[in-house]
């Protein structure tokens, strides 16, 4: 969406969603343009335009935009908030394995538990305004909804979090996940 800025350049877009592949493209129309998208291994998208007067490659768009944009910035059990100091925060439920190193690192040390899963009984806490974690590894079930999603997950010991597929139109799609939860952060709320 960021992209969309630049009318000029005339840029058809594409988004593809099935059971095959998840895939974004774009296409400059504008007569002798020429554009190269690029990500990093940090998960930073940069758009590259050629310029053929200096024969280069200029950067014409960086897509990070906060301190909380990097892949993986916080721990595990954290979610990242830029309105916070430090910008990780221990996700409720969860503390610094060591809190005096937690503050001195300005938060980038690991969150454990507080206390101990006994499987029965227990119960998750809802996050609001988050992105979902890194969806790795993830169980989908596109056909159940979000009440036989939590009931599956507390079921698994091994669930970590469960979540809604369609939070727009609260349509049918559960996601479980079953490994510590990576890459998570606070959206601000307008």
């Not at 988050?130 to 989908?140: A, F, N, R, W, Y």
């Amino acid at each position: 969406p960021e992209m969309q800025q630049w009318n000029y350049l005339n840029i058809v877009y594409n988004f593809t969603e099935n059971k095959e592949e998840v895939a974004y493209a774009y296409r400059v129309i504008t007569p002798n343009t020429y554009s190269r998208l690029t990500l990093t291994s940090e998960g930073t998208l940069q758009l590259f335009m050629w310029l053929p007067e200096t024969l280069e490659w200029n950067m014409a768009w960086l897509s990070h935009t906060t301190e909380c944009d990097p892949y993986r910035m916080c721990s595990r059990y954290s979610y990242c908030d830029i309105n916070t100091s430090p910008t990780c925060n221990c996700i409720q439920g969860f503390g610094p394995r060591n809190p005096q190193e937690w503050l001195l690192e300005g938060g980038i040390g690991e969150c454990v538990r507080k206390t101990q899963l006994s499987c029965s009984g227990d119960k998750f806490v809802r996050l609001k305004n988050m992105k979902l974690p890194d969806t790795t590894g993830v169980i989908v079930d596109r056909r159940i909804g979000l009440q036989e999603c939590e009931e599956r997950c507390e079921k698994n010991c091994n669930c970590t979090a469960y979540a809604n597929m369609d939070i727009q139109n609260g349509g049918p799609g559960c996601l479980i996940w079953t490994s510590p939860l990576l890459d998570i952060r606070n959206y601000v709320t307008a």
